[in-house]
T-cell receptor, first 116, second 117 residues
Framework: AQTVTQSQPEMSVQEAETVTLSCTYDTSESDYYLFWYKQPPSRQMILVIRQEAYKQQNATENRFSVNFQKAAKSFSLKISDSQLGDAAMYFCAYRSASSAGNKLTFGGGTRVLVKP | DTGVSQNPRHKITKRGQNVTFRCDPISEHNRLYWYRQTLGQGPEFLTYFQNEAQLEKSRLLSDRFSAERPKGSFSTLEIQRTEQGDSAMYLC???????????????FGPGTRLTVL
């Protein structure tokens, strides 16, 4: 079974600075997808960024980028130019690319605090 | 595209009562998922539907839990004889279906927060 680990329960960042969230996963599969989701307080979970394992190029979405290291099974998220609205729980998630793979396996989350 | 909706948003019940939650997915999405999220944890998969067929159930889904998606549109999740350990946020998500990360991206609803007294 796949597992996803987020080793940082909480990270604090100054507004306009950069913060990097760590995620490692364990799988025996070669083809899969990785995601970062953001869950603001009392609000619904939204997709931040996704990465296909077969792509070597790291995904970027505006101020959000990932560092995908397949061999190391590492998938970190970098938030640049942090804004107050970035304060939230961030979850790393894994999904198999097999035809039977559908469920997301989530890590325990990292709380991001943004200081003005 | 109005997003995934869930009702009710909050439910308080007494131990032993039955509760039912509803999820309305994004209209063109044929896959629907249920997850449970306890305080301070990441969501855990419960079950998923492809159209009206329930294709996978987690071991977390005890026999007190039942989910349906009768016409391949909305879904209900029922918990019978609730226990205090059932207190959690129940999240619903939907996706288009097979075809890579973009088509299979799951979009989440706001969740139903259940409190069992």
């Amino acid at each position: 079974a796949q597992t996803v680990t987020q080793s940082q329960p909480e990270m604090s960042v100054q507004e306009a600075e950069t913060v990097t969230l760590s995620c490692t996963y364990d799988t025996s599969e070669s083809d899969y997808y990785l995601f970062w989701y953001k869950q603001p307080p009392s609000r619904q979970m939204i997709l931040v960024i996704r990465q296909e394992a077969y792509k070597q190029q790291n995904a970027t979405e505006n101020r959000f980028s990932v560092n995908f290291q397949k061999a190391a099974k590492s998938f970190s998220l970098k938030i640049s130019d942090s804004q107050l609205g970035d304060a939230a729980m961030y979850f790393c998630a894994y999904r198999s690319a097999s035809s039977a793979g559908n469920k997301l396996t989530f890590g325990g989350g990292t709380r991001v605090l943004v200081k003005p | 595209d109005t997003g995934v909706s869930q009702n009710p948003r909050h439910k308080i019940t007494k131990r032993g009562q039955n509760v039912t939650f509803r999820c309305d997915p994004i209209s063109e999405h044929n896959r629907l998922y249920w997850y449970r999220q306890t305080l301070g944890q990441g969501p855990e998969f419960l079950t998923y539907f492809q159209n009206e067929a329930q294709l996978e159930k987690s071991r977390l889904l005890s026999d007190r839990f039942s989910a349906e998606r009768p016409k391949g549109s909305f879904s209900t999740l029922e918990i019978q004889r609730t226990e205090q350990g059932d207190s959690a946020m129940y999240l619903c998500a939907s996706s288009l279906g097979v075809g890579g990360a973009t088509r299979n991206t799951q979009y989440f609803g706001p969740g139903t927060r259940l409190t069992v007294l």
